[in-house]
């Protein structure tokens, strides 16, 4: 696996979000995650200063680094010009490498994040594909707009979208070109090698809890409404 910290260290969003914390908690008082989360921004900056690589394993493992919004108020704040946020970023991106993100139920969830937003981004250059999003997925949608999408030739025609079609508007068609040239970006920065990782570590833990994974697409599978589904609210709430 190597020095974990030696690998964080390596990373510029870490050595960018941290200078030294005086362990203020300004960045703590300002985190819209912190307010609803078991979460302080101003512990993860504290503990990565640690350089100790058993603390950076328990993060890695942990569901707190996947409770901040990146919302980089914090970076705002500090008066040491830290970026918390960076360094959260920069933990998660570990968390996958090494594979230990499926040792926490917010961990395994990049399952669901993977397969609804990065296989849509690929395969239709949108996050969230108005095809794609199912009412039994986004029950908060509601049956108006399960009625929009079932007569969506016609409505989205009168409210001016281009649904489907070449040229500007929204919901427009993206050429094979953009796509091809988003898949060769995700490619370059490790994007898809985070997609494979995600789905062969997901693999293993599902063998092991006795689950199907199903195949890089499935949205259905024992494995994927579980991670999808699953929330221990109680656990993350803030106390
Ligand atoms: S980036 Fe994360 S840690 Fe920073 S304020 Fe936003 S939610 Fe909190
Ligand atoms: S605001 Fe900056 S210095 Fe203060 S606790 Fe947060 S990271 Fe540390």
Same mark, same amino acid.
């Given at each position: 696996?190597?020095?974990?910290?030696?690998?964080?260290?390596?990373?510029?969003?870490?050595?960018?979000? *941290?200078?030294? /914390?005086?362990? @203020?908690?300004? &960045?703590?008082?300002? %985190? $819209?995650?912190?307010?609803?989360?078991?979460?302080?921004?101003?512990?993860?900056?504290?503990?990565?200063?640690?350089?100790?690589?058993?603390?950076?394993?328990?993060?890695?493992?942990?569901?707190? *680094?996947?409770? /901040?919004?990146? @919302?980089?108020? &914090?970076?705002?704040? %500090? $008066?040491?010009?830290?970026?918390?946020?960076?360094?959260?970023?920069?933990?998660?991106?570990?968390?996958?490498?090494?594979?230990?993100?499926?040792?926490?139920?917010?961990?395994?969830?990049?399952?669901?994040?993977?397969?609804?937003?990065?296989?849509?981004?690929?395969?239709?250059?949108?996050?969230?594909?108005?095809?794609?999003?199912?009412?039994?997925?986004?029950?908060?949608?509601?049956?108006?707009?399960?009625?929009?999408?079932?007569?969506?030739?016609?409505?989205?025609?009168?409210?001016?979208?281009?649904?489907?079609?070449?040229?500007?508007?929204?919901?427009?068609?993206?050429?094979?070109?953009?796509?091809?040239?988003?898949?060769?970006?995700?490619?370059?920065?490790?994007?898809?090698?985070?997609?494979?990782?995600?789905?062969?570590?997901?693999?293993?833990?599902?063998?092991?809890?006795?689950?199907?994974?199903?195949?890089?697409?499935?949205?259905?599978?024992?494995?994927?409404?579980?991670?999808?589904?699953?929330?221990?609210?109680?656990?993350?709430?803030?106390?």
């Amino acid at each position: 696996m190597g020095k974990l910290f030696d690998r964080l260290n390596s990373d510029v969003r870490f050595v960018e979000g *941290i200078n030294g /914390c005086i362990n @203020c908690g300004t &960045c703590t008082a300002i %985190c $819209p995650a912190a307010e609803v989360y078991d979460y302080e921004p101003r512990t993860i900056a504290n503990l990565v200063q640690m350089r100790d690589d058993n603390v950076i394993e328990e993060l890695l493992k942990s569901d707190t *680094i996947w409770y /901040c919004g990146e @919302c980089m108020s &914090c970076k705002t704040r %500090c $008066p040491r010009n830290n970026a918390p946020g960076l360094l959260i970023q920069a933990l998660r991106g570990l968390s996958i490498e090494t594979g230990l993100f499926v040792e926490s139920e917010k961990g395994r969830q990049q399952l669901s994040l993977k397969r609804m937003l990065g296989n849509s981004i690929l395969e239709t250059g949108y996050c969230v594909h108005f095809d794609h999003a199912e009412l039994s997925m986004f029950p908060e949608l509601g049956p108006v707009w399960q009625w929009v999408r079932d007569n969506r030739e016609k409505v989205l025609a009168k409210v001016g979208a281009n649904y489907n079609g070449s040229g500007p508007g929204a919901m427009r068609k993206i050429s094979k070109e953009n796509l091809d040239e988003l898949e060769k970006i995700f490619e370059v920065t490790g994007g898809l090698d985070w997609f494979d990782k995600i789905e062969d570590v997901s693999a293993q833990k599902a063998k092991e809890l006795g689950m199907e994974k199903g195949d890089a697409t499935d949205k259905k599978s024992a494995y994927f409404t579980h991670v999808y589904r699953y929330n221990n609210a109680e656990k993350h709430r803030r106390k």
